[in-house]
């Protein structure tokens, strides 16, 4: 599967910012997906995940949302009353679905980043 995030973009602190992650291949409902992000000088961190079939989410900050349309292939990352802190390229990623995880090194496909800036 092949994965493009989308929708980043310069904003200023506590609106809202939707980005999406569109895949292409086949049965991408298959697939876990997963939202992780990197600031300058510092790791790739976990944001949010979501299970093949939407049943199962989990995320490192309540302030953000994570959807999936199976029939359109695209899984969506809505943030809400973004901070300055949330500056940092975000990736989408997804692997077989077998269990949503934290962990980056479970995850084998990743799309190019999505560059998200929040001004204060």
């Known amino acids: 599967v092949q994965l493009q995030a989308y929708g980043g973009g310069l904003v200023q602190a506590g609106v809202s910012l939707r980005l999406s992650c569109a895949a292409s291949?086949?049965?991408?409902?298959?697939?876990?997906v997963a939202w992780f992000r990197q600031a300058p000088g510092k790791e790739r961190e976990f944001v949010a995940a979501?299970?093949?079939?939407?049943g199962t989410t989990d995320y490192a900050d309540l302030r953000f949302t994570i959807s999936r349309d199976n029939a359109k292939n695209t899984v969506n990352l809505q943030m809400d009353s973004l901070k300055p802190e949330d500056t940092a390229v975000y990736y989408c990623?997804?692997?077989?679905?077998?269990?949503?995880?934290?962990?980056?090194?479970?995850?084998?496909?990743w799309g190019q980043g999505t560059q998200v800036t929040v001004s204060s």
């Open positions: 990623a997804a692997r077989i679905g077998s269990g949503i995880y934290r962990d980056r090194r479970n995850y084998n496909y």
């Open positions: 291949g086949r049965a991408f409902s298959n697939y876990d």
């Open positions: 979501i299970s093949w079939n939407g």
